[in-house]
Nanobody, 126 residues
Framework: QRQFVESGGGLVQPGGSLRLSCAAI????????MGWFRQAPGKEREYVSC????????DYVDSVKGRFTISRDTAKNLVFLQLNSLKPEDTAVYYC???????????????????WGQGTQVTVSS
């Protein structure tokens, strides 16, 4: 069964950093465009970032540009999301998923993604 397992979340003070990891279980993520989403309490799931397997390009929602960085380690079958300069409004459960709908490009639409993991909690608070 294909799925992702996220890790690396935690409690951090404003201005701090975390590195989230996303491990692919049962398949090679080299073939997939990968995305990160987040969901805060009482809010809808929000697109955060994407890494295109076609050309290595990346995409970010405006609220995290310049602070978050998505990357991939093909040897370890992992995708990362580096979170810097964290703000309280970044508090959420973070999820990774793979684009499984044609044309398989980066997309902010969560319906185009599959193999969702259980998420990892990020809490930014002083």
């Amino acid at each position: 069964q294909r799925q992702f397992v996220e890790s690396g979340g935690g409690l951090v003070q404003p201005g701090g950093s975390l590195r989230l990891s996303c491990a692919a279980i049962g398949f090679n993520l080299d073939f997939y465009t990968m995305g990160w989403f987040r969901q805060a309490p009482g809010k809808e799931r929000e697109y955060v970032s994407c890494f295109s397997t076609a050309d290595g390009s990346t995409d970010y929602v405006d609220s995290v540009k310049g602070r978050f960085t998505i990357s991939r380690d093909t040897a370890k079958n992992l995708v990362f999301l580096q979170l810097n300069s964290l703000k309280p409004e970044d508090t959420a459960v973070y999820y990774c998923a793979a684009v499984t709908r044609f044309p398989f490009h980066c997309t902010p639409n969560s319906n185009d993604y599959s193999y969702w993991g259980q998420g990892t909690q990020v809490t930014v608070s002083s």
